[in-house]
């Protein structure tokens, strides 16, 4: 869109910005006093000189002198243009720039300024509204919250620092008092403080009778709420909604409050709750934040690790808090860069933070995280948990899962260590241990590579949707202009041999007989012949050898050639189980790709699938049905994969019951003890079995 970019947006959008963020994702940096310091990206240089000061929100270089903002910082690293480097910070906020003048239509200026009018009145509006949960915290309603919040033994003056508020019992006080401030209910209603009920037309505060936990950016500024029922109402804790300032995924509570008491932070702990915070800072813990209704994120730990060198994640000590563990190991192993530490504290059963240091007190509880396991000796509890490693099977196990968790450490002194202890543990060879390193990382280089692809096709698709993605060259670039499979062939399609089913071999059953329980197909089989009759060879070497075309190549060939036919399947895949293969089978998992990648770019050509698979291990296969002709009538295709998927379903309900029954069974003739579930399920697979009979 043309037009100038407002000043007061730029100014706007660099004051919600945070310099060390931006810099920090581009340039290693590490905490310095109140800076940040790193090797300059704009000269070359043995030793740190760069810069970036979050309080003046600046960057500078004492060597070659570059300075300025996140906005400069941008358009000099990643050679932007001016409005390219706005827009950029603009999506990191889910914002859109908003432009004067130039070509807009009236419509367009007019749309503009009503979003603009609705942001600047969201600037306020949560500042407004945390003023006046506080309020209402101490008018003589709120007693019972005053009650519960002392019973929690927190004090006037943490309450002060957290901003702790109350939003009092009833539909529309809130409403009410930002009405007055001149804010429409549009905008609250944006902002996640009222609800819209969609069938009465009704407009409501959406906290109500709760004691209130102002979420606050790096600036200290309320951007969101968390409230927590004082009784066991459900749910116990309700959080805003995302909004145009909130994104859950990357904010933390406490985490402004911790900057704040301690300028000098060198470890933050990750626990599970607002209270759990505000609890630990009564303590004189003031180094806590917590998540919002989600896992801890990369994005979290990017945030923390740019304030601190050591994280400390903090489970309850049950089997949910130990998933939850295992969960972090594996998002914090990719941020894992030299120098950083990340530990794991485990809780009695029965206690929370904001229990424990209340029994304990601040002395025994940081006594706690000091001794939380560290991420070595986390990592390789976990991969040999439940596993005898002294059994060769399980030793392997153990292994192949160290030496995935430990691929995804960046390279340095941490990963070397690592390695040096899964050697000691596992009794391999360094080298061996190597080369299964390489090893993954050229698969995991090869996935990626192929996502990107994909992609790229799914693009290219979605432009050309309105016609055939081939016409007019769009998919010159991601596939070759190809009009036909002949000029596919000659660009390179179809290269090489394929083991397993060929064109030339297929045809029916010497059998005119239809199998027991197969579909009837609508006047012509598969291969477009009468029923009975058989399809001619096509090829001397074909014509020793006859055998059934199985269900799945069926179903391939008609996808291969009707790919638009996809949208028609169910929306799950577990029918496919009654094709009457592994689903580890080469076709099942062929099958699967196949559909979810046409299912999600709904394409319309043949071309843009095998492009997809140009260069893998499947390619030559689908090529190879895409060149044999589909000689089931246009008009009964779709009844026909209908028919199919029928008779899979049909299979699946009728062997899944008894190859459940059938392993349970065998499990207790084995001797081994079935669960109380697994009894139930048995009692009830024999039922349903005798029922069927």
Request: charged share 30%; proline share 4%; glycine share 8%.
């Amino acid at each position: 869109m043309a037009g100038l970019i407002p000043q007061g947006f730029i100014d706007d959008l660099l004051a919600r910005t945070d310099v060390v963020e931006v810099v920090g994702e581009r340039v290693q940096l590490k905490k310095a006093g109140k800076s940040y310091v790193g090797l300059c990206p704009f000269h070359q240089e043995n030793s740190p000189s760069f810069n970036v000061i979050p309080d003046k929100q600046f960057y500078h270089c004492f060597g070659c002198g570059a300075s300025g903002s996140a906005l400069k910082f941008l358009m000099e690293f990643d050679r932007l243009p001016f409005p390219d480097a706005v827009e950029q910070l603009a999506s990191r906020l889910a914002l859109e720039v908003p432009r004067e003048g130039g070509s807009q239509s009236p419509h367009e200026r007019r749309e503009r300024q009503r979003r603009e009018q609705a942001r600047e009145e969201g600037v306020n509006l949560l500042e407004s509204a945390a003023d006046f949960f506080r309020q209402r915290l101490t008018e003589p309603l709120a007693q019972p919250a005053r009650d519960y919040l002392e019973g929690r033994g927190l004090s006037r003056e943490v309450m002060r620092d957290f901003g702790i508020g109350f939003a009092p019992e009833g539909w529309e006080h809130l409403k009410h008092h930002l009405t007055k401030l001149g804010v429409s209910e549009d905008v609250q209603i944006e902002y996640g403080l009222l609800i819209h009920h969609e069938e009465s037309g009704r407009r409501y505060d959406r906290f109500r009778d709760r004691v209130i936990f102002p979420i606050r950016d790096w600036k200290g500024r309320t951007i969101a709420f968390g409230g927590r029922v004082m009784g066991d109402a459900k749910p116990k804790y309700l959080n805003s909604p995302e909004t145009p300032v909130f994104h859950k995924g990357r904010e933390l509570y406490g985490l402004f409050e911790a900057r704040k008491a301690n300028r000098k932070l060198e470890r933050m702990l990750i626990v599970e709750g607002y209270m759990d915070v505000v609890a630990l800072a009564q303590y004189g813990i003031r180094n806590a934040c917590a998540t919002l209704g989600t896992a801890t994120s990369e994005d979290h730990l990017k945030r923390l690790y740019r304030l601190v060198d050591e994280v400390v994640f903090c489970f309850d000590g049950d089997k949910a808090g130990r998933q939850a563990a295992r969960r972090a190991l594996e998002t914090v192993l990719d941020v894992m860069i030299d120098g950083r530490q990340a530990r794991f504290l485990f809780l009695p059963d029965g206690e929370d933070p904001d229990s424990l240091v209340r029994r304990e007190g601040q002395e025994a509880f940081e006594k706690r995280v000091t001794c939380a396991s560290g991420l070595s000796e986390f990592l390789f509890e976990q991969a040999a948990e439940g596993r005898d490693l002294k059994r060769m099977e399980q030793l392997e196990r153990f292994v192949t899962q160290a030496l995935e968790w430990i691929s995804r450490v960046p390279e340095g002194v941490l990963r070397s260590l690592l390695l040096k202890e899964l050697e000691r543990r596992s009794g391999l060879e360094r080298e061996r241990l190597d080369a299964m390193l390489i090893e993954r990382a050229a698969v995991r280089e090869a996935q990626q590579a192929r996502l990107q692809q994909h992609q790229q096709l799914r693009q290219s698709a979605s432009v050309a949707s309105a016609g055939n993605p081939l016409e007019g060259g769009t998919l010159a670039e991601a596939a070759g202009d190809w009009s036909s499979l002949d000029e596919m062939a000659d660009a390179g399609f179809g290269d090489g041999e394929s083991d397993g089913w060929q064109p030339d071999d297929w045809h029916q059953s010497t059998s005119s007989e239809p199998q027991e329980g197969a579909p009837q197909h609508h006047g012509t089989s598969p291969s477009g012949t009468s029923p009975g009759q058989q399809v001619r060879r096509s090829s001397p070497k074909a014509a020793s050898k006859r055998f059934s075309v199985s269900m799945l190549t069926r179903l391939l060939h008609m996808l291969v050639h009707e790919p638009l036919l996809a949208a028609e399947l169910p929306d799950s895949d577990d029918w496919i189980e009654g094709a009457g293969e592994s689903l580890d089978s080469e076709d099942a998992l062929l099958l699967g790709e196949v559909i979810c990648l046409l299912k999600a770019g709904q394409y319309r050509s043949p071309q843009v699938l095998l492009a997809h698979f140009l260069g893998t291990a499947q390619g030559p296969r689908l090529e190879q049905l895409a060149a044999h002709e589909l000689l089931i009538p246009r008009e009964v295709r779709s009844a026909e994969l209908k028919g199919l998927v029928e008779h899979c379903q049909h299979q699946r309900a009728r062997s899944t019951p008894e190859a459940e029954y059938q392993a349970l069974l065998a499990k207790e003739k084995r001797g081994e003890k079935l669960s109380a579930e697994e009894k139930q399920r048995l009692m009830a697979l024999l039922m349903q079995l005798a029922t069927r009979r």
